[in-house]
């Protein structure tokens, strides 16, 4: 199947940001939905953010909301995970993660699952 381009993780500080990008012409262009999730060590994978990319919305988990921002840049097919005043909570692999379901809002539609990225947050 075709591949998503993950690019961006790494390691920071506890309050620090990082940015996380997935993208991939093909990968993108087609999907109706797109989103981030994240499996820290010994934890099920758990939804983060999702939006349309149509632009009809963005939706979060509790515990990220106003910290991280999900956005779809049209010009790229790229989907971006912006993620600010970072905590040792938001330890994990994230993966992008694509649906063509109508409810972009329902973790449990997502899958063909993208490379893995490593976030590491320390305090």
């Known amino acids: 199947g075709v591949q998503a381009q993950v690019s961006g993780g790494g390691s920071v500080q506890a309050g620090g940001s990082l940015r996380l990008s997935c993208g991939g012409s093909?990968?993108?262009?087609?999907?109706?939905?797109m989103g981030w999730f994240r499996q820290a060590p010994g934890k099920e994978r758990e939804g983060v953010a999702v939006?349309?990319?149509?632009?009809?919305?963005?939706y979060y988990r509790d515990s990220v909301e106003g910290r991280f921002t999900i956005s779809y840049d049209y010009a790229t097919n790229t989907v971006v995970l912006q993620m600010n005043s970072l905590h040792s909570g938001d330890t994990a692999i994230y993966y992008c993660?694509?649906?063509?379901?109508?409810?972009?809002?329902?973790?449990?539609?997502?899958?063909?699952w993208g490379q893995g990225t490593q976030v590491t947050v320390s305090s």
């Open positions: 993660a694509r649906s063509d379901a109508l409810s972009c809002h329902l973790w449990q539609v997502y899958g063909d």
């Open positions: 093909e990968y993108t262009y087609r999907s109706n939905c």
């Open positions: 939006l349309y990319t149509d632009g009809r919305g963005t």
